[in-house]
């Protein structure tokens, strides 16, 4: 399954992946397409088993600040905005952790993975001698990411531009104990640089904080040896403004029949709202540091196969003006293309066939009223191997061209240019091109 790996229709940000048995269940915000806003007042969960990550299974909304047609509200001191949840098991329950924009937060409880999570209670503590209101972010437990240790402990680990830390009493796992606050569990000066997205996990003897820096396009990770610090900062896991419209990241990562993950989000509709749920496969070395992984068009997938219908929609980079937009529910084209764009994915198998010396091109697209072309590059849309050239019409349809044959593992770049000459290059400076919808390479 491709990026985006779940379906053409679903915004799924602030994804915290969680195996639970056979399947592995992604719990994030919802997100609404076209919106002006972050997240909704609906939580949903997707699932999908450990073995077929192409097969991924919707279980509808699981939690609700607002009563909806299908449901009643879970929370009647408010109607606030669900952002960010975590979900942990301990004794055979399953346990949501709920950040509420604007209104104190709370915890619920299901006997299944997927829920539905029944209201267990808010958030209980005391504040500590010293500290003020503000204390465990108001009561709202920004972006809560909970760790159930192997000993027992529960531990909680929030905040927003500023850290903290906590235990759970593990017996009703919703109430804070009293002496266990820690302020700044990450640091907010550099490296460290925190502003948000907590999200722990264990590995082996060593804790590892995934979370959100200044540099806020990023997921970076810091270590320690103890689940309360010092956490020793170790670099970027992925960054999601690379070559591609950047904005907030939060994620984490998952190990899946031995293979280790970081599910994070980008963006569509040429907002930071509309965010897609994506993946990449990563690596821990045996020093325990996780080298800085690309974004790729992949997903779950080793590769794409260039000889069916590709959507547009999985570039993975948009250089220029171009970005991913929703017309309806199952049509997202590149729009916004102008001269210079570029358009990449990252990467196709091409396979080995020494039959040809040609390969046929074609794309399908909406036009703007002006004549364009695409070149097509391999590997680097700087400096690759260019293989041909499809120049596209100014009406709506499917323009095709022969390409030079292509063998073996690439990425694949377009390369947008205009067809002006003469007094129409500064007068259509900047002018939108085409839309692009989907292409296909063919033998």
Not at 146 to 169: E, H, M, P, T
Not at 295 to 322: N, Q, R
Not at 398 to 411: D, F, K, P, T, W
Request: glycine share 10%; with cysteine.
């Amino acid at each position: 399954m491709p990026n985006p790996y779940l379906p053409l229709w679903e915004y799924i940000p602030d994804g915290e992946p969680r195996v639970f048995g056979d399947r592995v269940y992604i719990y994030g915000s919802h997100d609404r397409p076209g919106s002006d806003s972050f997240c909704d007042k609906k939580l949903k969960v997707w699932s999908a088993p450990l073995d077929d990550l192409s097969n991924w299974t919707c279980h509808g909304h699981c939690f609700h600040t607002e009563e909806d047609r299908d449901h009643g509200s879970d929370t009647p001191w408010t109607e606030g905005y669900l952002y960010a949840p975590d979900v942990v098991e301990k004794g055979g329950k399953y346990y949501l952790y709920a950040y509420i924009m604007d209104a104190k937060g709370c915890v619920g409880v299901s006997d299944r993975p997927e829920g539905p999570f029944k209201l267990l209670s808010k958030y209980k503590y005391n504040i500590p001698e010293g500290k003020d209101q503000d204390c465990f972010d108001r009561g709202w437990f920004v972006d809560p990411g909970v760790l159930v240790d192997d000993d027992g402990k529960v531990y909680i680990y929030c905040g927003f531009k500023r850290s903290w830390a906590a235990q759970i009493n593990p017996d009703n796992m919703y109430e804070i104990i009293d002496g266990t606050y820690q302020d700044d569990i990450i640091p907010m000066e550099k490296p460290y640089d925190f502003f948000e997205a907590c999200s722990p996990r264990k590995i082996g003897d060593t804790y590892y904080m995934i979370y959100s820096p200044n540099r806020s396009s990023q997921l970076v990770y810091a270590t320690s040896k103890s689940p309360t610090g010092p956490f020793e900062y170790r670099g970027v896991i992925v960054d999601n403004g690379v070559d591609y419209p950047g904005g907030n990241n939060h994620g984490s990562i998952c190990n899946i029949r031995g293979q280790w993950y970081i599910f994070y989000h980008r963006m569509t509709n040429n907002t930071i709202m509309s965010r897609r749920a994506c993946v990449e496969k990563i690596e821990i070395l045996p020093d325990g540091t996780i080298p800085q992984v690309e974004m790729t068009s992949l997903g779950f997938d080793e590769s794409l196969f260039p000889y069916k219908v590709t959507p547009a929609e999985l570039a993975c980079v948009l250089k220029g003006s171009c970005f991913i937009t929703e017309l309806d529910a199952m049509t997202r084209p590149i729009t916004g293309i102008t001269n210079g764009s570029i358009i990449g994915y990252k990467y196709f198998d091409f396979g080995e066939d020494y039959s040809n010396t040609t390969i046929k091109f074609a794309a399908k697209v909406r036009g703007k009223g002006c004549k364009s072309k695409i070149k097509i590059m391999l590997d680097s849309y700087e400096k690759g191997r260019l293989i041909g050239t499809c120049d596209i019409g100014a009406n709506d349809g499917v323009y095709s061209c022969h390409l030079e044959n292509v063998r073996g593992r690439h990425a694949v770049y377009f390369v947008v240019e205009d067809d002006f000459g003469g007094w129409f290059v500064e007068m259509f400076k900047g002018r939108q091109l085409f839309d692009l919808e989907s292409f296909v390479f063919m033998k």
